[in-house]
């Protein structure tokens, strides 16, 4: 009777393997031959690139809708917990062999489950976009109750700022999906393959006559240089991939906890920064050198490194201290902050105040961008949005004034009226509230034109400009305490490790945080 039970039990886990087999392999899918053919990766594989080895540890719903008609293995999503790294995530891939990847019953219950899993247990989480939508033929099964569809994008913007939540995008995500990564804090895009977009291009022509390619309607591409959607464009989905696990690196698990330290790194050889920052102020600079020169080696992971490129964003090292970068770039339209910069940089700076993040500004700038055609793209609310992120900031910000600091430039990289932590200054440095152009010819720009000969009054102008060059040198605003130091560009990066150890302690035990989250603002 005994070995008629075990026997019995025996043939019941047999059952349990032989579906997990049939659900999990890829060769039984119809759709596996055309995946292949384009050049892209099983879900399963993804996964398996993903995560450390034999580290997943839980996968619900692994049988959802086992039993249906059709073959639906896991309703077209795989959502599961495992380890990169050594750390717990969570994630939910779409399956694009079962049915393109479409959202079902169930696939929209399964999301929603792992979110809410993620959002109780703390842990960052991962979507990996590839889906044709939602199933028009279930749709009043999934759109309109409190447990459909928009539950997930209600989740989305309620875990922002809780727990790390990084978006993949290895192919389609239309219509409302198209706001799973626009809630996301990290998007990654594979170009030539994503797409996002609320109408399709035919759509498109139907309601407004307009002809348009996939690629210029939502193209990878597109979203990282145009829209701002996309933070990082990469040729392959191993790439993207690789990218998240970087990026990883510098996040914490959730908004309670800091990002650890790491083992020091030399930054790698190269000029010094006195080599690199020319005197004269009109003389384009590239900000990445200086950052090489601060950074911990091969540590700058650039966030947005195609869109609004006057204004460079990114994590990095500093002494083994997880460190956002806010930099202007002179050698792009001069440095100087358009609508789309000012945007840029208020998501990165929520996004390291989100998970306690410090914040590094290089400064070298004239200001904002001045026009017509920027005040309709609503540059003063734009730069105000960037204005307020940046006051309100609550981790350890240093601002570094490298050359240029002029107008309301100076203040929105958190210079000394936006109450940082430090800011201080590389020797050459020049904060004023204009550049000595507009100054000279706002201050006389009667007395120019009175002057009748053409000679005289060039002559008249570069002497006033170079008196007023005199009066804004870095030497007036130390003496008066308004900047806190001048560092010597050979000191600068021990001064920052030494300054971002001062204003990190009891935030990397958790005292001192405050207790707020900040939710992550794309635009």
Not at 158 to 187: H, M
Not at 392 to 413: D, E, F, L, Q
Not at 415 to 429: E, F, K, T, V, Y
Not at 490 to 501: A, T
Request: charged share 25%; with cysteine; net charge neutral.
């Amino acid at each position: 009777m005994q070995q008629d039970i075990l026997n019995k039990k025996s043939g019941h886990d047999q059952k349990v393997y032989e579906k997990l087999d049939e659900i999990k392999t890829k060769s039984n899918r119809p759709y596996y031959q055309k995946l292949k053919d384009q050049g892209k990766l099983f879900v399963r594989d993804k996964i398996k690139y993903l995560v450390d080895e034999d580290s997943i540890e839980i996968e619900d719903g692994v049988f959802a809708r086992e039993n249906d008609e059709q073959f639906l293995p896991g309703d077209a999503v795989v959502t599961l917990i495992a380890k990169i790294n050594g750390r717990k995530v969570a994630i939910i891939a779409n399956d694009l062999t079962v049915k393109a990847g479409t959202w079902g019953v169930k696939t929209i219950e399964k999301i929603m489950r792992m979110q809410e899993l993620a959002e109780k247990r703390m842990i960052p989480l991962i979507y990996m976009i590839d889906s044709a939508g939602a199933r028009l033929n279930e749709q009043f099964d999934t759109f309109i109750d409190r447990r459909h569809a928009g539950k997930i994008f209600y989740n989305t913007a309620r875990i922002s700022g809780n727990v790390p939540q990084i978006s993949l995008v290895f192919g389609a995500s239309p219509a409302g999906s198209a706001y799973l990564p626009a809630l996301c804090d990290f998007v990654v895009m594979v170009d030539k393959n994503a797409s996002v977009y609320l109408g399709s291009p035919r759509m498109a022509e139907m309601a407004t006559g307009e002809k348009v390619s996939m690629e210029e309607m939502g193209g990878a591409r597109m979203h990282n240089q145009i829209s701002g959607l996309g933070d990082m464009l990469v040729k392959t989905e191993q790439e993207a991939l690789d990218a998240t696990k970087r990026y990883l690196e510098f996040m914490p698990q959730n908004w309670k906890e800091t990002v650890p330290l790491s083992e020091s790194i030399d930054p790698l050889p190269g000029k010094n920064i006195e080599e690199i920052v020319p005197a004269n102020q009109r003389v384009p600079m590239d900000m990445y050198a200086v950052i090489d020169r601060i950074v911990d080696a091969d540590s700058f992971f650039e966030f947005k490194q195609l869109y609004a490129k006057e204004l460079i964003t990114g994590f990095c090292r500093i002494g083994g201290r997880a460190v956002g970068i806010v930099a202007n770039q002179s050698k792009v339209k001069g440095g100087v902050l358009f609508p789309e910069s000012a945007e840029k940089a208020a998501h990165f700076v929520s996004l390291c105040d989100a998970y306690n993040v410090p914040l590094l500004f290089l400064v070298d700038l004239p200001g904002f961008m001045v026009g017509s055609k920027v005040e309709k793209e609503a540059i003063i609310r734009r730069g105000a949005r960037m204005l307020s992120t940046v006051a309100n900031a609550t981790v350890p910000r240093i601002s570094v004034i490298v050359r240029k600091a002029y107008g309301a430039g100076y203040v929105v990289m958190s210079g000394a009226s936006m109450q940082p932590d430090a800011c201080i200054a590389l020797p050459q440095a020049q904060p004023a509230v204009m550049g000595p152009e507009a100054a000279v010819n706002a201050m006389y720009f009667n007395k120019i034109q009175s002057i009748e000969d053409p000679e005289e009054r060039q002559k008249y102008i570069i002497e006033q400009r170079e008196k007023y060059n005199k009066d804004i040198n870095v030497w007036s605003p130390a003496s008066q305490l308004f900047i806190d130091d001048v560092v010597p560009g050979d000191r600068l990066r021990n001064d920052l490790i030494n300054r971002f150890e001062l204003y990190s302690e009891n935030r990397d035990t958790l005292e001192g945080i405050a207790d707020k989250k900040t939710v992550v603002r794309r635009g």
